[in-house]
């Protein structure tokens, strides 16, 4: 079964920088669709951004230019690079992965919490 795992969430003033990873079993993500999304108390879930396993990635207007999501194909691994965080960051990203063209079809991690003071 696939299994997808984060880490990396943790609390960080304003301004700072915090990197997530998320970990998957198997060999996949090299052919896989790979997301972060989050979901802060009280609000629907957010798309974050995306990395298509053709190279693509795609970002909300709200995360670009601080923001960054990369893969590790080899280590079956994909990561979010998040700078200057804001309060308004605050709330539990998960990690998925799909194929084709639809995010909620696919696997999802537990989430790791992201808690950004001001």
């Known amino acids: 079964q696939v299994q997808l795992v984060e880490s990396g969430g943790g609390l960080v003033q304003a301004g700072g920088s915090l990197r997530l990873s998320c970990a998957v079993s198997?060999?996949?993500?090299?052919?896989?669709?790979m997301g972060w999304h989050r979901q802060a108390p009280g609000k629907q879930r957010e798309l974050v951004a995306v990395?298509?396993?053709?190279?693509?990635?795609t970002y909300a207007d709200s995360v670009k230019g601080r923001f960054t999501i990369s893969r590790d194909n080899a280590k079956n691994t994909v990561y979010l690079q998040m700078n200057s965080l804001k309060p308004e960051d605050t709330a539990n990203y998960y990690c998925?992965?799909?194929?084709?063209?639809?995010?909620?079809?696919?696997?999802w991690g537990q989430g790791t919490q992201v808690t950004v003071s001001s």
């Open positions: 998925n992965l799909y194929w084709g063209s639809n995010p909620q079809g696919g696997y």
């Open positions: 198997g060999s996949i993500v090299s052919i896989s669709n």
């Open positions: 990395s298509s396993s053709d190279g693509t990635t």
